[in-house]
């Protein structure tokens, strides 16, 4: 089992930054892809952004794409997702997840483990 806590979310203005961690305890052992995804009020979860177990290769919702960056640091365990020139679009509950392959996915049941969700609003 791998358990996944996401922190770092919070209020922001259009335009600002924040940046979400997401940090792996138990079965760390194992090398995993990770992912983010989002929910927007009242829609369906999203695919964000992923990354390899190596951190070579990444994906990237196009909606996301030049204004996040995922990243993650192995010897702590936990993956990072930057979001800069935040949009109103972009407020909804961010969920990290696992998945014991090496190789990231952008499809959301292809991940073996979720976390509970960080909240993220964005006021125009």
């Known amino acids: 089992q791998v358990q996944l806590v996401e922190s770092g979310g919070g209020l922001v203005q259009a335009g600002g930054s924040l940046r979400l961690s997401c940090a792996a305890s138990?079965?760390?052992?194992?090398?995993?892809?990770a992912g983010w995804f989002r929910q927007p009020p009242g829609k369906e979860r999203e695919f964000v952004a992923a990354i390899s177990w190596s951190g070579s290769s990444t994906l990237y919702a196009d909606s996301v794409k030049g204004r996040f960056t995922i990243s993650r640091d192995n010897a702590k365990s936990t993956v990072y997702l930057q979001m800069n020139s935040l949009k109103p679009e972009d407020m909804a509950v961010y969920y990290c997840?696992?998945?014991?392959?090496?190789?990231?996915?952008?499809?959301?049941?292809?991940?073996?483990?979720w976390g509970q969700g960080t909240q993220v609003t964005v006021s125009s």
């Open positions: 138990g079965r760390t052992s194992s090398r995993y892809a």
């Open positions: 997840a696992a998945r014991l392959f090496t190789t990231p996915q952008a499809m959301g049941a292809l991940y073996d483990y």
